[in-house]
């Protein structure tokens, strides 16, 4: 591999924190990308991140380099913050040139050691340090998902390990993923698999209409009622995806894009509480993988009270373009909103 130091990599910005974990990912990342053109899916990161035991859902980009070092691309593409997670690794080819693979991961406070391995019925202690109302969410290997309460700066003891398999580990503050992880409970993590080829591409019509049928497919198969469609909120939903699609943010909400439930304000009466999901890949098959790596998206999709749905999706203007897709679970304690008639007293 193309050698490339800590202090090197720290030296092009001082913002930027050398990992192991994330190395150890990107190492495994790229040694599994057997192909021109292999892409890297949500389950190869995530199977990366999981036997490393890096704690964080981390950000990983691939770029070829025809003189071997690495692309200028891949570092402008790393967040221009203070703290922020860096691994990274590189192959080189016979014509001189290297591809690289880069991950990294905003620091968002501190979290105490955890192990990657656990034995059965065996509880643990989860403690942060630096998050505001944190959340806690926890995925068992059953697919079943579960909120519980967190107190920042105060070991939480985790006794729900009775069921071997991986659990995903998600602690959440406001509507950013702090950190996320696996837990491997009598058994052994997945085995690196080689990356695959070129992604098969949808629009963003098809993918919205495949997840909101996902989404019910999972309601039934777990007993809950299907949503209804609620169209009356679908064009707010399409603009909330586009916005997000134009500024490359996967965010519930941003400066530019205010979110659906702002946006509902403004068309129906503010009644709905709002469960909202939001993913970025390039098909439905990705985008679902992402959403149900996710403890805490995966109990919005299971929300037990809520009774209808709408779905909207954008495409960004990149090569190659990921689809953004906005779901939007709604429940009406006081029933569903009437549209507001401008003029009317």
Request: glycine share 8%.
């Amino acid at each position: 591999m193309v050698a490339l130091r800590a202090e090197s990599m720290a030296g092009l910005n001082p913002n930027l924190h050398p990992d192991a974990g994330l190395r150890a990912a990107a190492e495994e990342l790229i040694a599994g990308a057997t192909r021109v053109g292999a892409r890297l899916t949500p389950g190869a990161m995530r199977v990366a991140l999981g036997r490393s035991g890096y704690p964080r859902d981390a950000r990983f980009l691939r770029a070829h380099s025809p003189d071997a070092t690495i692309p200028q691309a891949l570092l402008e593409a790393i967040p221009d913050q203070v703290g922020v997670d860096i691994g990274w690794a590189s192959r080189p080819d016979a014509a001189g040139g290297a591809t690289w693979i880069v991950g990294w991961a905003p620091r968002i406070g501190t979290i105490d050691p955890i192990p990657r391995d656990i034995v059965l019925d065996q509880g643990l202690p989860l403690r942060t340090d630096g998050l505001v109302d944190p959340r806690l969410f926890i995925g068992s290997p059953d697919g079943r998902a579960k909120e519980l309460a967190m107190t920042d700066g105060t070991a939480r003891w985790l006794d729900v390990f009775h069921v071997p398999g991986e659990y995903r580990v998600e602690v959440v503050e406001g509507d950013r993923v702090a950190y996320l992880f696996s837990l491997f409970v009598d058994a052994a993590p997945p085995a690196a698999t080689p990356l695959p080829g070129p992604a098969e591409r949808q629009d963003a019509n098809t993918v919205a209409a495949d997840l909101a049928a996902r989404v019910n497919h999972l309601r039934v198969s777990t007993g809950l009622a299907p949503l209804r469609p609620f169209a009356r909120l679908e064009p707010e939903t399409i603009a909330q995806a586009a916005c997000l699609a134009s500024t490359g943010e996967v965010a519930h909400s941003t400066p530019r894009c205010p979110g659906v439930p702002a946006m509902a304000e403004r068309s129906s009466h503010p009644r709905a509480r709002h469960h909202e999901d939001v993913v970025a890949a390039d098909n439905t098959e990705e985008s679902w993988e992402r959403l149900f790596d996710s403890p805490g998206h995966r109990l919005n999709l299971l929300c037990p009270s809520c009774t209808h749905l709408t779905v909207g999706a954008a495409t960004e203007a990149t090569d190659p373009a990921r689809v953004f897709t906005v779901i939007e679970l709604m429940e009406f304690p006081e029933g569903e909103p009437v549209p507001i008639i401008r003029g009317r007293r």
